[in-house]
């Protein structure tokens, strides 16, 4: 029941990735958040292949699960995500050479940082994906807010849900291992699998309410947000 569950919540982050993901790029041209969402796919993707064929520590693929995880916890689904907000938020619209930039910083800290997943708490890193988590998270705070001034208060709701989640995701993945829980974690991944996945849709929905009333605005000659432009 376990393993279902936890090939149920893998698919439906993978699934979230991929679609909404394609959707941020096709629709709303964002590649930052479109990337992102597609990354977090592949990761998941990775992650069920290395699961279903064994789960061999000694595999590529394991190797490959733990960059992909170190790179969404660094940059991807911190730094990226608030640039990627940022065009709904403040019309932000960052140069090919920012978009190269976040995403090479990303691989970086991808490659680096894998290396401290050995079963052991490295207390650095470890405390630095929780800081930049909580960064994030106050900067989704602020997202929350514009949410709820246009009206939208049903949806800032979900994404205060899915922001506290994912917080006590990023708290509870290396700090406090549940002691109930198998040694793969089975437990843990599960949770944190389709918390994911429910970050990917809500934040998804909530950006694209924001575009729309953004739409509006300027067509009722309104300002909808300040604009930052890059060089």
């Known amino acids: 029941m376990k393993d279902l569950a936890f090939l149920i919540a893998d698919v439906w982050m993978i699934f979230v990735?991929?679609?909404?993901?394609?959707?941020?790029?096709?629709?709303?041209?964002?590649y930052l958040l479109g990337i992102e969402w597609m990354i977090v796919a592949t990761s998941g993707s990775n992650f069920l292949l290395w699961s279903l064929l064994g789960g061999d520590t000694d595999s590529v693929?394991?190797?490959?699960?733990?960059?992909?995880?170190?790179?969404?916890?660094?940059?991807?689904?911190?730094?990226?995500l608030i640039l990627g907000l940022m065009a709904v938020t403040h019309r932000y619209k960052p140069t090919v050479a920012v978009d190269i930039g976040v995403f090479g910083l990303a691989v970086a800290g991808g490659i680096y940082l894998r290396q401290f997943h050995d079963g052991t708490l490295h207390i650095v890193p470890a405390t630095f994906y929780v800081v930049a988590?909580?960064?994030?998270?106050?900067?989704?705070?602020?997202?929350?807010?514009?949410?709820?001034?246009?009206?939208?208060?049903?949806?800032?709701?979900?994404t205060v849900v899915v922001t506290v989640a994912a917080s006590t995701v990023a708290i509870t993945y290396d700090f406090f291992p549940l002691p109930f829980d198998d040694e793969n974690r089975t437990i843990f991944y599960t949770a944190a699998l389709a918390t994911w996945g429910a970050q990917g849709f809500i934040y998804y929905v909530a950006y694209r309410a924001m575009h729309n009333h953004n739409m509006a605005a300027v067509g009722t000659n309104e300002e909808p947000s300040a604009t930052i432009r890059t060089s």
């Open 61 to 80: 693929l394991y190797d490959f699960a733990y960059f992909f995880d170190a790179f969404s916890r660094s940059v991807g689904i911190t730094l990226i």
């Open 17 to 30: 990735g991929y679609y909404f993901g394609l959707k941020l790029i096709r629709g709303y041209g964002n």
């Open 133 to 158: 988590n909580l960064l994030t998270a106050l900067f989704l705070m602020y997202f929350t807010k514009r949410l709820w001034g246009i009206g939208s208060k049903q949806l800032a709701a979900w």
